[in-house]
């Protein structure tokens, strides 16, 4: 059997953003938890091009929650992370899609947490006409990101490096 998924971001409500593989590592009723190697190809629907990574990647995928964690891997630790604000990820038949909502909360190697794209939120939720409720639900989301963040709940602790060196011993 092949741990093998496919990953699909969509802009609001379903447009196809981007996509990749990975190979799933944990699937539990709350989240998914994808392992991305590197060569792997992300191609860019809305650019129309295709982009070879060459980092190593685990990334979290909430089924509950409303945001999506990818989090570079160097010698074992996490070294930067990219948090899209996003509705529950969904996975049917060996694919993960979720619908990013623009804003993301990041942290790049040595540096602090701090949010981006607030300006592309504001420009789609006119373009894509997002209703008061979906902005509403967004920026809770956001705060409760910068909340997990903060209280160093999972996946933005060591329990994530831990699973991956599992998985490479």
């Given at each position: ?7 699909k ?44 990574i ?19 891997v ?26 990013d ?69």
């Open positions: 059997m092949s741990n093998l998924v496919k990953i971001a969509l802009k609001f409500p379903d447009i196809l953003h981007y996509e990749w593989e990975g190979e799933l590592l944990l699937h539990t009723s709350d989240y998914l938890l994808v392992l991305c190697k590197p060569g792997r190809k992300l191609i860019h629907h809305t650019k129309n091009k295709i982009f070879t060459e980092n190593t990647s685990l990334e979290y995928f909430s089924l509950k929650e409303w945001f999506t964690a990818a989090m570079e160097e010698d074992g630790k996490v070294v930067s992370t990219y948090c899209n604000v996003a509705k529950p990820s969904i996975f049917n038949n060996e694919e993960i899609s979720f619908v909502l623009d804003l993301d909360f990041i942290q790049e190697k040595n540096k602090e947490w701090i949010v981006v794209d607030e300006d592309e939120f504001e420009s789609n939720s006119i373009k894509f006409g997002y209703s008061i409720e979906l902005k509403r639900e967004t920026l809770k989301a956001l705060k409760r990101l910068k909340e997990e963040v903060t209280r160093g709940n999972f996946p933005f602790n060591n329990q994530v490096a831990s699973i991956f060196e599992n998985q490479n011993s």
